[in-house]
């Protein structure tokens, strides 16, 4: 989110005072049919993407392949997935508007987490492997990179995975990975890039927000 911090370096008085954007901000969050879009537009102009895709930028980048495994839930998985979408058909009924849109912010997240792996959701601590199609199908990549003597690198977008995740794959490659999350101080983080690089470095790195 654009805040007026922002603005007060690339164009002052864009956005307003603290005070005025938060007013602007919650005025577009209760409109249902405009939403965002006047803010995104009145910021384009000093957003500056790059993809890449963009060969003017990287030159150097081979072409990207993508190749889908779809990972099907566990019995836990499903009847929890179950669960939760009884409980917020339940939970919309009544609501709407702001909060409706809300709560189903809400159960999108928690979606999410039972799809990564129940122990998530439930905060028990516990990660069995078995319990996630997810470990599942990275065990069987994970081996096969492991058998073939090649590193990994392995994406999440909840730092709480990274832990219980660096622990199943250093079973699998028998020796310890790296770990990179916005808790990582930025004094190590190229220390660590380096680090996997290195020809007998790391076999696997994960990599999370």
């Not at 599942?136 to 995975?161: D, G």
Request: aromatic share 10%; charged share 20%; hydrophobic share 40%.
């Amino acid at each position: 989110m654009v805040g007026p911090g922002v603005s007060l370096i690339i164009c002052p008085g864009l956005l307003g005072s603290a005070q005025a954007f938060s007013r602007f901000a919650r005025r577009l969050a209760e409109d249902q049919q405009a939403g965002y879009a006047p803010l995104r537009k009145l910021v384009q102009p000093y957003i500056l993407r790059r993809l890449k895709s963009d060969r003017q930028i990287i030159a150097d980048l081979p072409d990207k392949t993508e190749l889908k495994a779809y990972c099907p839930l566990t019995r836990m998985q499903a009847a929890l997935y179950q669960e939760s979408v009884a409980t917020l058909a339940q939970q919309i009924e009544t609501l709407d508007g702001i909060q409706r849109r809300g709560v189903v912010l809400a159960f999108l997240m928690r979606f999410k987490q039972i799809c990564n792996h129940p122990s998530q959701w439930l905060g028990d601590g516990a990660y069995a492997p078995g319990d996630s199609g997810k470990f599942s199908r990275l065990r069987e990549l994970a081996e096969a990179i492991a058998a073939r003597q090649e590193k990994v690198l392995v994406f999440t977008q909840f730092q709480e995975m990274t832990g219980p995740l660096a622990g199943f794959l250093q079973e699998i490659f028998g020796r310890p990975g790296l770990v990179l999350h916005g808790g990582t101080p930025v004094k190590a983080r190229q220390s660590l890039a380096e680090a996997f690089q290195r020809e007998f470095g790391p076999p696997f790195f994960l990599l999370s927000q």
